[in-house]
């Protein structure tokens, strides 16, 4: 096998072998590693204090065969075989056992050696030799079970319980993740509604809500790019029909100049349509609020209403402001302009003559408010919750004042939803009233008071 195809052995199709796999790897580490801990415990503390204890029992033997004689010693080492329950001998420094004259050479360690504790032929041997060399120590007995195997029972019950534990945490991870993978394939399918459902709050809840920010996003702009593909399929084909009408009566008729300010009119309405096309796109594909700063809202109402007045004094309405505001909101100068300007220069489009728009200022304890009404038809009440969709515009209007692209109230909610604020119309009887809440910077102070409020 060449070497570039090893890496294709490593690869996992599924993360519950991975983790199965992760386990055994773990608990085989675990085990060798507990296994050289005890070893060195073994060694470094265990064996000194059981060598201290046989030369303890060393010295003991010796004194009683001193003092007492042979048979005291029998006694002692036959009370050590009941008590442990192995042979245990006093020998000489040949090997000759000196209770009984066995020769028990070939329990004795190879010199230099002058003390052992092994296994073999089935037995395990201790020796431990005294400090003159005259005597030694000596124990043996059968080997039993092998130590590991007493605790083999333990062993399982704790791989048991360890891979019912990884079991549970793979489930727990990998089955969400399973179903945010679903989702996505789903998305990526072409069902644009489908959303991860989950409340957790983990990392694998954030990345479900990072996907449905996502999709609510990409949703968002597909439909609002289909839906402007269509409306301006729509919108476009009236004036250029127009305007194709214009340039053969222009290449036909006698006054040619009527023609091209027919054509004139034509152009400017189409560029108009692409500039509000333009805009509203920016608003659908960056909704992000960049380069904000403080702005004060009178300001911005003053400057509209000042670049209005010619507009509505050339269509024979005014314009009236009521009202004071002090406060400042987070957000971008010139969208919030475009969004006053834009309600404005609608109600002046569908006032009628000598009729007076309101337009009035406040603050409440979070928002700047700005009103403006008209005293123009107003809108049928069923088509009020359309009138800021993109296009829209109610036929009345339409037939009677030429209308405008229908993108004008559309782009005015979208800035203010960029700035978190609200925007709402409702009938005035006569004339719509058009309200527009966009949240005040607030002071730390004022902050904090009406938190605790």
Same mark, same amino acid.
């Given at each position: 096998m060449s070497l570039p195809e090893w890496p294709k052995l490593w690869r996992m199709k599924s993360l519950y072998v991975g983790v199965a796999l992760a386990m055994i790897a773990v608990l085989s580490l675990s085990f060798l590693l507990f296994r050289a801990i005890s070893q060195r415990v073994q060694k470094q503390s265990i064996d000194p204090m059981f060598d201290r204890f046989d030369e303890l029992q060393l010295e003991d033997a010796r004194e009683l065969l001193t003092t007492d004689g042979q048979k005291a010693l029998k006694e002692y080492l036959a009370n050590l075989d009941h008590l442990f329950g192995h042979g245990h001998y006093l020998l000489d420094s040949r090997g000759i056992d000196i209770a009984s004259g066995q020769n028990k050479a070939d329990l004795l360690p190879p010199p230099p050696a002058v003390k052992s504790r092994i296994q073999a032929h089935g037995h395990w041997i201790i020796t431990h030799r005294s400090r003159d060399g005259q005597y030694w120590f000596a124990a043996e007995g059968q080997v039993g079970p092998p130590h590991v195997w007493e605790f083999l029972p333990y062993y399982f019950l704790v791989i048991g319980a360890t891979g019912v534990l990884c079991w549970l945490a793979a489930v727990a991870v990998l089955s969400p993740v399973r179903r945010i993978a679903a989702t996505i394939a789903v998305f990526g399918q072409g069902d644009l509604s489908a959303r991860v459902q989950s409340k957790r709050q983990d990392e694998i809840?954030?990345?479900?809500?990072?996907?449905?920010?996502?999709?609510?996003?990409?949703?968002?702009?597909? +439909?609002?790019?289909?839906?402007?593909?269509?409306?301006?399929?729509?919108?476009?084909? %009236?004036?250029?029909?127009?305007?194709?009408?214009?340039?053969?009566?222009?290449?036909?008729?006698?006054?040619?100049?009527?023609?091209?300010?027919?054509?004139?009119?034509?152009?400017?309405?189409?560029?108009?349509?692409?500039?509000?096309?333009?805009?509203?796109?920016?608003?659908?594909?960056?909704?992000?609020?960049?380069?904000?700063?403080?702005?004060?809202?009178?300001?911005?109402?003053?400057?509209?209403?000042?670049?209005?007045?010619?507009?509505?004094?050339?269509?024979?309405?005014?314009?009236?402001?009521?009202?004071?505001?002090?406060?400042?909101?987070?957000?971008?100068?010139?969208?919030?302009?475009?969004? +006053?300007?834009?309600?404005?220069?609608?109600?002046?489009?569908?006032?009628?003559?000598? %009729?007076?728009?309101? +337009? %009035?200022?406040?603050?409440?304890?979070?928002?700047?408010?700005?009103?403006?009404?008209?005293?123009?038809?107003?809108?049928?009440?069923?088509?009020?919750?359309?009138?800021?969709?993109?296009?829209?515009?109610?036929?009345?209007?339409?037939?009677?004042?030429?209308?405008?692209?229908?993108?004008?109230? %559309?782009?005015?909610?979208?800035?203010?939803?960029?700035?978190?604020?609200?925007?709402?119309?409702?009938?005035?009887?006569?004339?719509?009233?058009?309200?527009?809440?966009?949240?005040?910077?607030?002071?730390?102070?004022?902050?904090?008071?009406?938190?605790?409020?």
């Open positions: 809840g954030q990345l479900g809500r990072s996907f449905n920010q996502m999709a609510e996003r990409l949703q968002r702009l597909i +439909v609002s790019e289909r839906r402007l593909l269509g409306d301006i399929s729509h919108e476009l084909r %009236s004036p250029l029909a127009r305007l194709k009408f214009a340039v053969k009566l222009a290449r036909t008729s006698a006054d040619s100049k009527a023609a091209l300010d027919r054509i004139e009119r034509d152009v400017d309405r189409i560029a108009s349509l692409v500039a509000d096309i333009v805009e509203i796109n920016f608003f659908e594909g960056d909704p992000a609020l960049r380069g904000a700063e403080k702005v004060r809202v009178a300001e911005i109402v003053e400057e509209v209403v000042r670049d209005c007045a010619v507009e509505a004094h050339f269509r024979g309405c005014r314009i009236e402001v009521t009202g004071q505001m002090a406060g400042e909101v987070l957000g971008s100068r010139e969208l919030l302009r475009r969004a +006053v300007e834009n309600v404005l220069r609608n109600a002046i489009r569908y006032s009628p003559e000598k %009729s007076a728009i309101q +337009v %009035s200022i406040a603050e409440s304890e979070r928002d700047a408010m700005i009103v403006v009404r008209d005293c123009g038809p107003g809108v049928p009440q069923d088509a009020l919750a359309r009138i800021f969709d993109p296009f829209f515009r109610v036929e009345e209007a339409r037939d009677l004042n030429g209308g405008g692209s229908g993108l004008g109230l %559309s782009i005015a909610k979208r800035a203010v939803q960029v700035h978190h604020g609200t925007i709402t119309a409702e009938n005035a009887s006569p004339g719509l009233r058009v309200q527009i809440a966009i949240p005040l910077v607030l002071t730390p102070l004022l902050s904090r008071a009406l938190s605790h409020g």
